[in-house]
């Protein structure tokens, strides 16, 4: 037992360091791109801190740009547990928020603690349907879920962007009408300014109009600390590894991985589908064309950055939720947006190319040994 918590244990750390490490060279790298625009890479890095960590808002504006990335990133890292390789998070993300925005304007008399958690479940409840369609094809007709989840990304935009906006909008605004006050997730910034949440302490440090962080944040890590519990502490969460591990070893242990197919597309598609709602009902109060900004498709790196591991996803989601927030003081500083997705890239290869290298290393030596 020791033995195998020490082994883990080793396995996290090394994981961890690769990481990390990726993202120091994925900022050296990034220097040469830099002084291709003719900026100082100091200047450009400085910016990109202070951007992202430079002061309280901007602290807070991080971690409300990183809500829904490890929340997208969770909802391709379960599935990717049990086997599965989960692409249409942009498709769950964005009919979560496509339900969520509906019931938040649709039921007009419902007091707060019916109507938000109602909207909230819709999201919810959309998003897992969505990825569960692609769990049941996996499951009962062996369609490759990679396939599957790609083609109903295309068709979740256009039926909630493409046909839905257009078909419920009142305004010109390419939007559903706006959500009622008693569907609206806090805000931070509001909370000096409420009866109930002004009686906490410190209340005030949030009062600043610039801070668009939400309570969604608090779900999302509630979220990852649930799925981490699930994953390692529960028979359910053993069952969706052992599956991801070895299929047919873990059928003949008795475990239906059809069963864990589709319940672990479920949990992934809700958790999507939640960041969906968030967007909806926090950050825009409606559901608005150009939510399908491509959470769901950054999700996959911020999963991969997390080594799929709950606790390792919000380490992903708040990295590039810095560089997303940091980008804009980067841009201010003259250095061109573009330089922050050659950044992102740049993580993502080192990630993959590190973790390569890892599995060739272990393979040499196991080979090494057996001869």
């Not at 379960?78 to 925005?101: H, K, S």
């Not at 409420?194 to 410190?202: G, V």
């Not at 958790?271 to 968030?278: D, I, M």
């Amino acid at each position: 037992m020791n033995n195998n918590k020490f082994s883990n244990l080793k396995s996290l750390i090394s994981n961890i360091g690769i990481s990390v490490l990726s993202i120091v060279v994925a900022l050296i790298f990034g220097v040469f791109f830099i002084l291709l625009t003719e900026e100082s890479p100091a200047t450009a890095y400085q910016a990109l801190y202070f951007g992202a960590f430079g002061n309280f808002r901007n602290i807070l504006n991080t971690l409300w740009r990183s809500t829904p990335l490890i929340l997208t990133g969770l909802a391709f890292a379960l599935p990717y547990r049990a086997g599965l390789i989960n692409i249409g998070a942009e498709g769950q993300f964005v009919m979560g928020g496509f339900a969520a925005g509906v019931a938040g304007y649709y039921f007009t008399s419902l007091p707060v603690f019916i109507h938000l958690p109602l909207a909230i479940l819709a999201g919810v409840l959309a998003g897992a349907l969505w990825a569960g369609l692609s769990g049941w094809l996996k499951a009962k007709m062996n369609v490759n879920e990679v396939i599957s989840t790609i083609m109903l990304n295309h068709i979740a935009i256009a039926l909630t962007i493409n046909y839905g906006i257009n078909k419920l909008r009142t305004s010109t605004r390419m939007a559903t009408p706006r959500i009622m006050d008693s569907a609206k997730l806090i805000r931070f910034k509001d909370m000096a300014s409420s009866s109930f949440w002004s009686k906490l302490p410190f209340v005030e440090l949030f009062a600043d109009p610039g801070i668009r962080l939400h309570f969604n944040f608090i779900l999302t890590l509630i979220v990852a600390v649930v799925l981490w519990y699930v994953l390692f502490k529960t028979t359910i969460g053993y069952e969706f590894r052992a599956v991801g591990s070895n299929p047919s070893a873990a059928e003949y242990g008795g475990i239906k991985a059809d069963k864990t197919i589709i319940w672990t597309m479920l949990i992934g598609g809700a958790v999507a589908g939640l960041a969906g709602a968030g967007e909806a009902l926090g950050t825009h109060f409606s559901f608005m064309a150009g939510m399908d900004a491509g959470y769901g498709f950054t999700g996959i790196a911020v999963g991969l950055i997390g080594q799929a591991h709950p606790l390792g996803v919000i380490f992903g989601g708040l990295l590039f939720g810095a560089l997303n927030q940091g980008g804009l003081e980067m841009q201010f500083a003259g250095v061109p947006s573009e330089i922050v997705n050659i950044i992102q890239a740049l993580v993502i290869f080192f990630v993959a190319s590190l973790q390569i290298l890892k599995v060739f290393i272990k393979n040499k030596k196991e080979k090494e040994g057996v001869e």
